[in-house]
Nanobody
Framework: QVQLVESGGGLVQPGGSLRLSCAAS????????MAWYRQAPGKQRELVAA???????KYADSVKGRFTISRDNAKNMVALLMNSLKPEDTAAYYC??????????????WGQGTQVSVSS
């Protein structure tokens, strides 16, 4: 089985920064895409940023220029550096990974979520 464990959430003032990390462990053959999603109370889960195995990235318009996603393939880790945080960034942030455990097609895995709160 595969587990994703996030860390780095917390409370920060507007304009501040946080760095989220996510480590994948278990029976991993290869990880394809990795991403960060977020879900605010009463809203649907939305994609924040994604990164391919080769390093190609995409971002939600609302975070472009403020957030940076990165990954370490050797360590099966993905990170999200969040700068210039705004109150509207407040949400539970979830790590996602498309993981192959063997030669069969990949499966989707999710972390348990980490809370990010932006408030003065």
């Amino acid at each position: 089985q595969v587990q994703l464990v996030e860390s780095g959430g917390g409370l920060v003032q507007p304009g501040g920064s946080l760095r989220l990390s996510c480590a994948a462990s278990g029976s991993i053959f290869m990880i394809n895409d990795m991403a960060w999603y977020r879900q605010a109370p009463g809203k649907q889960r939305e994609l924040v940023a994604a990164i391919s195995r080769g390093g190609s990235t995409k971002y939600a318009d609302s975070v472009k220029g403020r957030f940076t996603i990165s990954r370490d393939n050797a360590k099966n880790m993905v990170a999200l550096l969040m700068n210039s945080l705004k109150p509207e960034d407040t949400a539970a942030y979830y790590c996602y990974a498309s993981v192959r455990v063997d030669a069969r097609p990949p499966s989707d895995y999710w972390g348990q979520g980490t809370q990010v709160s932006v408030s003065s």
